[in-house]
């Protein structure tokens, strides 16, 4: 049921959303930086955690890159404190507790487990260019690897 699937040379849709440190972030306040938006489904989960400390790992060489990271899901800002602060993590974190954004980008999708079905969101990454068209995508992520893989993409773009 995710309601548009995106590709490397859309427009990347435009977002307003609450950040972890009280600021809000849109599309347009990242305009002229290449972004990484990557979506994952819970705080506090053992992949999610181990994603969003890959990606902090690697700040710095993002930064060097000319990019910035952000993670959304569609947990609460205060969800994403605690989970910034017990994780030491630096990497921005966006709650998108509607849910529009996670649409917009078509990863809120119909997942199944043990033959349960439910919405929630497919862990994906998208390299949005500094002229806000979306450079590269990768569905379904893996999380060994994926922070790395994605920093040469940035760098090569």
């Not at 995106?6 to 849109?26: I, Q």
């Not at 999610?48 to 899901?73: H, M, N, P, W, Y």
Request: hydrophobic fraction near 40%; charge should be positive; charged fraction near 30%.
């Amino acid at each position: 049921m995710s309601s548009k699937t995106l590709a490397a040379g859309d427009k990347a849709p435009d977002f307003e959303l609450p950040a972890d440190d009280g600021s809000v972030a849109t599309l347009a306040s990242h305009a002229g930086k290449k972004l990484v938006l990557y979506f994952y489904p819970k705080d506090d989960t053992s992949g999610c955690t181990k994603e969003a400390i890959d990606f902090s790992r690697l700040k710095k060489e993002f930064q060097k890159a000319g990019a910035v990271v952000a993670g959304v899901s569609p947990d609460s800002r205060a969800s994403h404190v605690k989970f910034r602060e017990k994780h030491e993590l630096d990497v921005t974190l966006l709650a998108d507790e509607t849910k529009k954004m996670l649409v917009d980008y078509g990863v809120w999708t119909e997942k199944s487990m043990y033959g349960r079905k439910y919405m929630g969101v497919e862990r994906t990454t998208f390299l949005i260019g500094g002229d806000g068209k979306i450079a590269r995508v990768w569905n379904k992520v893996k999380v060994p690897g994926h922070a790395d893989e994605v920093l040469a993409a940035a760098r090569a773009l």
